[in-house]
C-alpha cells in the first residue's frame, strides 16, 4: 500500500494506552488496523464503523491476539454508549466526520483515569499551523516516495483497502477552542501530514452525579 498518514501515527497512538490491559472503544476503525495493534497489547477492542463493507473487511482479518476484537457497524453520533465503560478510546481521523461535541459522550464513556486519544485532521487558523503545513508537503512527497519503494522490493501490497476518505475539516482555532470547553484538561499537539493529536485523560475522582 501507499503511504498512510494514520498508520504512521499508530506508535504514538498506543503511547497514550494506560497501563495494564482492559477494554477499548476504537471510533472509525476502518478496516481494523489500529484495532489489531490494541489488541496485540492485550487490550479488549470494541471496533465501530459506520461502513458496512469495512467491518466486513476488518472482520475478516480477524485478531492477532492476545486481546480479542468485536466489529460492528455503528455511527457513533447516533451510538448510545454506556458510562464508565472503557480505559481507552481512539478516534483516528473519524472525529470530523461527526459533530465536534461528539466526544461528550465519549468522555463520559471513560472509566476514571481513562483516555480519549483523537488523531484528527483541521484545517490551518494560525500562521504557525501554515508553516507546518508547509513543511508537511516536501515530508509528505518524501515519504510516499520511500514506502512506495518498499512495496516494490517486498513485492507485494496491503490487500485490505483504506477507508473512504473525508476531504472536508475544521478550522484548528475551532478545535482547540471546542476541546478547552468540551474536554477541560485535554492537550492538543499538532502534527505532520495535517494532522493533530487531542489527547483527554478522565480524572480519577471523576463520577457521574
Not at 27 to 53: K, N, Q, W, Y
Not at 71 to 96: G, M, Q, T, V
Not at 107 to 132: E, H, K
Not at 134 to 151: F, H, I, K, Q
Amino acid at each position: 500500500m501507499g503511504f498512510n498518514h494514520n498508520d504512521h501515527y499508530h506508535p504514538l497512538l498506543l503511547d497514550q494506552l494506560p497501563p495494564g490491559p482492559g477494554v477499548a472503544l476504537d471510533v472509525g476503525c476502518g478496516s481494523g488496523r489500529f484495532a489489531r495493534r490494541l489488541a496485540a497489547t492485550g487490550m479488549h477492542v470494541e471496533a465501530i464503523d459506520r461502513s458496512g463493507p469495512m467491518i466486513d473487511l476488518a472482520g475478516a482479518a480477524g485478531s492477532p491476539g492476545p486481546g480479542t476484537i468485536s466489529y460492528r457497524r455503528a455511527d457513533i453520533a447516533a451510538e448510545k454508549l454506556p458510562e464508565e465503560a472503557y480505559d481507552f478510546i481512539s478516534c483516528l481521523a473519524s472525529l470530523h466526520h461527526v459533530p465536534f461535541d461528539t466526544v461528550t459522550k465519549l468522555r463520559d464513556a471513560l472509566v476514571p483515569g481513562g483516555v480519549l486519544a483523537v488523531l484528527g485532521l483541521g484545517r490551518p487558523s494560525t500562521p504557525a499551523d501554515y508553516v507546518r503545513a508547509l513543511v508537511a508537503s516536501p515530508v509528505n512527497a518524501l515519504a510516499r516516495v520511500v514506502v512506495y519503494a518498499g512495496d516494490r522490493l517486498n513485492g507485494g501490497v496491503d490487500p485490505l483497502p483504506s477507508a473512504p476518505v473525508h476531504e472536508t475539516f475544521p478550522p484548528m482555532n475551532r478545535i482547540r477552542r471546542d476541546a478547552a470547553r468540551l474536554l477541560p484538561g485535554s492537550k492538543i499537539r499538532n502534527l505532520l501530514f495535517y494532522r493533530y493529536l487531542l489527547v483527554y485523560r478522565r480524572p480519577e475522582d471523576d463520577h457521574p452525579m
